[in-house]
């Protein structure tokens, strides 16, 4: 009981000392002009970059100064307030208040298309905090650019603890599992970052690298606000320990994570950038299961750790086999001692690559995509695991040569008209609903362009569409390819992720 009010202490004084300032509020900033730390923008088509070379305090309130580098920006929009330019001869400049350390929304109008148009941008400035680079899209485990670690290369030494062996990987290579004498294993991650699985009634070894993250078993009330890890934890039936989530009852697809949530044997406990600290710290929640957009909020992170929660980042996404996402299931396993478990599901997922690997590719080419509210295109990057899975389910992404997109981002903003010079010849679109809302037919995909009119796909009835279950199916990706080499070979029955627009 002492321990607990003390943690909860903890959190009332973290809370008053960090709590998140209103718009254009200074948060105890000096005053004056100056540079700040670190400034990120995403969104829009990539043709228009933002920088932020100066901020103003005065009064008690912060104002930033964007330049956009463009001259056909007017205004922007913030928090429904319109903010005029000043135009130079390449650039659009505006002064605006602006809340630091935290992402806000910039709502800017280009007069460079035949109509004004408004496009969306998320923007973070830090002050006195180390930047951390934004991710690129609204998916859960968007890729953030970081530092790789070879596994090959990892550290294994522990003080005090004898190595005895290594856990088998057929597809994975962001992870690595060592095992040591007494039960203990050691979790390395593609970031470099380390854990140490502490069996029931074990001691943390003297002398331990402090940067080292603790997990003790018997694992319990976990915090999940990585989505795409609760399919690998109900695949090894190890819901169990997952007693509080970072997704309310109705975001979940996952039938029995939905099931436990309406039972309240799993609450909810605010998103990944907004936990309820007090709940977290009422439950004694020893661990935070988090997706790289963590990495967005760099204050939770450091909060939750001085509250005593060990933070573990997945990074599955990296993975740049399909399967190797899915593997994923053998870490969260050793940390259940369940590790017999998931090498017999992984192992049933792996034959669908075995069925296919003797397959001829059909050469057909396949967009995978959506639209964003501003009209832009979404796509996936060339090295994405979506990627991936068309070309083992027989069919040839449209971008696989895109030097453009060869990059770490799970998904690329282009604009339409770079998206219809690339797709209007493909032979099959697939529309992303797992990120947008879903399409019902056809006229809902004119709806959103009607230069879709034009493609070779929709003229011959080839578009398909993703349901909402997608991202969270981390444990079934052998069935995506499955359903794809499906619609490449004329077998459209059956699917289990994606349907036809009639």
Known sequence: MKHTFLRLLALALCLALWGMGALGEASGLPEGEYAPDGFTFSGGTGKVTISCPKLAVAGGTVTATLVFSSPNYPRVTVDGVEYTATHEAKNSIFEIPVRVNADMTVVGTTTAMSTPHDVAYTIHIWVGQTPT?????????????????????????LPGLAWQSEMALRYAHEFAVDYYEGGYKLLTIGDGNRYLVVPEGGDVPAGLDGGIGIIRQPLNNVYLAATAAMALFDAVDGLDVIRLSGTQAEGWYIENAAAAMKRGDMLYAGKYSAPDYELLMGMGCPLAIESTMILHTPKVQEML??????????????????????????????????EDAAEAFFDDQAKVIDELKDFPNTEKKVAFFYISTDGSVVVRGANDYVAGMIELAGGRYIFSDAAALDSARAAVTISMEDFYAAAV???????????????????????????????????????????RYLYQATDIVGQLITDINRMLTGQGED???????Q
Do not use: C
């Open 305 to 338: 750790e001085q509250l005593g929660v060990t933070v573990f980042i997945e990074h599955s996404s990296y993975e740049s086999h399909p399967l190797g996402r899915t593997e994923w299931v053998k870490l969260y396993a050793a940390m259940l001692n369940r």
């Open 425 to 467: 010849d493909a032979d099959y679109l697939i529309y992303n609903a797992s990120i947008d809302a879903p399409l019902n037919s056809l006229d809902d995909l004119l709806g959103k362009s009607a230069l879709f009119a034009d493609f070779r796909a929709v003229k011959d009835g080839n578009v398909w569409s993703t349901d």
């Open 133 to 157: 680079e934004v991710p690129a899209d609204d998916e859960d485990d968007a890729p953030v650019e970081r530092t790789a670690v070879a596994m090959d290369e990892r550290d294994r030494e």
């Open 495 to 501: 699917m289990t992720f994606i349907h036809r627009l």
